[in-house]
């Protein structure tokens, strides 16, 4: 048994809250990984912005103030770099990443990846791409976001689904592109489609808040497309989202540059739905062009894959079938077995 140590310094949040209300990706995954660790027999501590000390599903929270263990066998220091020398006597020290690693760039980030010398983790290959070579380290490792059991194991639709888009990532990613190439290419040539709206600041904690404003412009133009089948549902906790991506025929997501592994596409495909994406960051890595979906490199293309997947039986249910072989394989225990090999 190790003792592995996760810190993190951004939004407020607990083992609890991915029960209790949305929660983004970033903070899932943290929530994900500790508790599969503690499954497997490790002393796993998380130390983050939480408001009181808990001890939820074999993990210890506390808040970071409180300070960290003098020793670890694996520190997995999250994102900031604030964290990054607080335990030089943890055997092992990580820096698990997730935005694109521009960031890195800066002296105080340099400074620090320097002295320590952790192995960075990266999400995916294409996040990986984004950190220059000449940036100090002790060694790079990719280990993708495992996709929950909720999604993997659950019991995808059996039948037909209405023709029913779903939309459920940032709706600073897209959204407003989505909604025009709705309005203008998709809808009329699926006239009976609907396309729901699980998206809102409320996932995102503070940072939404920062953004309300830009989102809510957003989200209030998709209110007011009901004349077009959209339906503005906001974010849901997790065991709901199951239940909604049953019921879809098809995820519609441009991507974005900053996108390094998109959850929202991997749990959708997991449940066997098939997703229409544009080759741009991540998303090629989440949908297999062809054959769980479509992944495609301009509007046009991107309009007539989509009314494909809402009209045609026959293809849904390839693409269909075809996702639920592929995509439920990797999981959070194949995840926390790579960061394991990290202490060796």
């Known amino acids: 048994?190790?003792?592995?140590?996760?810190?993190?310094?951004?939004?407020?949040?607990?083992?609890?809250?991915?029960?209790?209300?949305?929660?983004?990706?970033?903070?899932?995954?943290?929530?994900?990984?500790?508790?599969?660790?503690?499954?497997?027999?490790?002393?796993?501590?998380?130390?983050?912005?939480?408001?009181?000390?808990?001890?939820?599903?074999?993990?210890?929270?506390?808040?970071?103030?409180?300070?960290?263990?003098?020793k670890a066998d694996l520190y997995i220091a999250n994102r900031g770099d604030r964290l990054l020398n607080l335990m030089p006597g943890a055997r092992r020290t990580a820096f698990w990443i997730h935005n694109p690693a521009r960031y890195l760039l800066k002296w105080r980030y340099l400074s620090k990846l320097w002295r320590v010398r952790?192995?960075?983790?990266?999400?995916?290959?294409?996040h990986a791409t984004t950190c220059p070579g000449w940036v100090p380290d002790g060694g790079r490792a990719i280990i993708p976001y495992g996709i929950p059991d909720l999604f993997r194991k659950a019991p995808p639709a059996t039948t037909l689904p209405a023709p029913r888009a779903i939309f459920t990532s940032n709706p600073l990613r897209g959204l407003d592109w989505l909604l025009d190439i709705w309005?203008?290419?998709?809808?009329?040539?699926?006239?009976?489609?609907?396309?729901?709206?699980?998206?809102?600041?409320?996932?995102?904690?503070?940072?939404?808040?920062?953004k309300a404003a830009a989102m809510k412009a957003v989200l209030d133009r998709a209110a007011a497309m009901a004349d077009y089948g959209v339906v503005l549902r906001g974010p849901v906790p997790k065991e709901s989202l199951v239940d909604?991506?049953?019921?879809?025929?098809?995820m519609l997501y441009r991507s974005d540059i900053n996108e390094t592994f998109c959850l929202a596409l991997g749990e959708a495909q997991a449940m066997g739905v098939p997703c229409v994406v544009q080759n741009i960051g991540s998303a090629g890595e989440r949908v297999m062009d062809g054959v769980t979906g479509s992944v495609v490199d301009n509007?046009?293309?991107?309009?007539?894959?989509?009314?494909?997947?809402?009209?045609?039986?026959?293809?849904?249910m390839s693409r269909h079938r075809a996702a639920l072989e592929k995509q439920r394989v990797w999981g959070w225990p194949d995840a926390a077995a790579a960061f394991e090999r990290l202490i060796d």
């Open 1 to 70: 048994m190790a003792r592995i140590v996760i810190a993190d310094d951004g939004i407020r949040f607990d083992g609890r809250t991915l029960r209790e209300r949305p929660l983004g990706g970033v903070e899932s995954s943290v929530v994900a990984l500790a508790e599969e660790l503690a499954r497997r027999g490790h002393e796993v501590m998380v130390r983050n912005m939480c408001e009181k000390p808990i001890h939820h599903e074999g993990v210890d929270w506390a808040p970071l103030a409180g300070g960290l263990p003098d």
């Open 118 to 126: 952790p192995v960075i983790v990266f999400i995916g290959e294409y």
């Open 183 to 210: 309005e203008k290419a998709i809808r009329p040539q699926a006239p009976d489609s609907e396309l729901h709206v699980f998206s809102g600041p409320q996932t995102y904690g503070s940072v939404g808040d920062d």
């Open 244 to 250: 909604e991506l049953r019921s879809a025929r098809v």
């Open 299 to 316: 509007d046009a293309d991107f309009a007539a894959a989509s009314v494909a997947l809402l009209s045609d039986e026959g293809l849904w």
